[in-house]
């Protein structure tokens, strides 16, 4: 279940443009080379398990407290306020210009991950994993990590597939017009997902 859960997280976020690959079509279809296209996407994903691992370490680095409902509730409520905030905002992280280093691209998918909660939306799976651990700090670390790791694979496929068939096929002009509801619906998700834990940490 958790294997699964992180990777269907970990595709979600792949087809969401925010955590990436709308920028990897605008460089490709800026120097008109899918190569270029290609290139950027593994940055990207560095970029994204960088701010999901950071979650899984703290997470992990918690020890007692992953067993218990404290860190769910905390991590529920973080993610209803992300949400909901991401929801009533308007303003969106943006960087000037296109024509980045590939150790720039992935900080700056770093900051966009962490910026639209990434990570946070893998709390339950994390918090799951430490329950398994049963306590110890070291194990649910290396299982977060590695929770991270496939996570970040999973949205590294689903990226790299949606971004070669908009390059081939779409374009940026459709991508445009959906941007507004597409960053609602990351939101809405961020809510959902907050109050599941929120709703799970409860009833244990």
Do not use: C, K
Not at 77 to 100: D, E, I, K, N, P
Not at 112 to 139: C, D
Not at 165 to 170: D, K, L, T
Request: glycine residues 12%.
């Amino acid at each position: 279940m958790t294997v699964t859960a992180a990777l269907l997280l970990g595709a979600f976020h792949g087809l969401n443009p925010a955590m990436g690959w709308l920028f990897a079509v605008a460089r490709g279809l800026q120097e008109r080379s899918r190569s270029r296209l290609l290139a950027s996407l593994p940055a990207i994903a560095a970029g994204h398990l960088a701010s999901v691992a950071l979650v899984a370490v703290v997470v992990g680095a918690t020890g007692s407290l992953v067993t218990g409902t404290v860190l769910a509730v905390a991590g529920g409520v973080t993610l209803v306020g992300f949400g909901l905030w991401r929801l009533l905002s308007q303003r969106h992280f943006r960087w000037v210009g296109m024509r980045l280093s590939l150790p720039q691209l992935a900080a700056w998918s770093f900051l966009m991950s962490s910026a639209h909660g990434a990570g946070l939306m893998l709390i339950p799976v994390f918090t799951h994993v430490g329950h398994e651990a049963a306590g110890h700090a070291g194990h649910a670390l290396s299982g977060g990590l590695g929770v991270a790791v496939l996570h970040t694979l999973s949205m590294f496929a689903a990226a790299t597939v949606v971004a070669i068939v908009v390059y081939e096929v779409a374009g940026l002009t459709l991508l445009r017009r959906a941007w507004f509801n597409v960053d609602r619906m990351w939101a809405v998700a961020l809510v959902g997902a907050g109050v599941l834990t929120l709703a799970q940490a409860f009833s244990a």
